[in-house]
C-alpha cells in the first residue's frame, strides 16, 4: 500500500516537471498587424509588444547602443529568458 503511494506519488512528480519545463520553455516569437496597424510581437512575455513601423525601426537603428548599454551594465541588470 506505502510502496504504490510513493510510485503514484513520483509519477505525479515527474508529470508535474514535464508541465513545467514544457511552460518554462522560450516560446518561438511570432509577429502580428494590430488592428491599429501595428506591429505586435508575441512570445516576449505575458502581454505582446506592440510598436508602430516607425517606432521599430528607430529601435531597431538603435540596436548597437542598446547593446553596448546591456554590456556595461550586465552586473545590475535583471535576466528572463
Sequence with gaps: ???NDLQQANDMI???Q???AIANKPRKLTLK???KGAV???GMGR???TLYSGQWQRLLSAGDEITAFIEA???LLATKD
Excluded: E, Q, T
Design 1 to 3: 500500500m506505502i510502496l
Design 14 to 16: 515527474a508529470a508535474l
Design 18 to 20: 514535464a508541465k513545467l
Design 33 to 35: 498587424v494590430s488592428d
Design 40 to 42: 505586435s510581437v508575441y
Design 47 to 49: 502581454f505582446p509588444v
Design 73 to 75: 551594465n550586465a552586473g
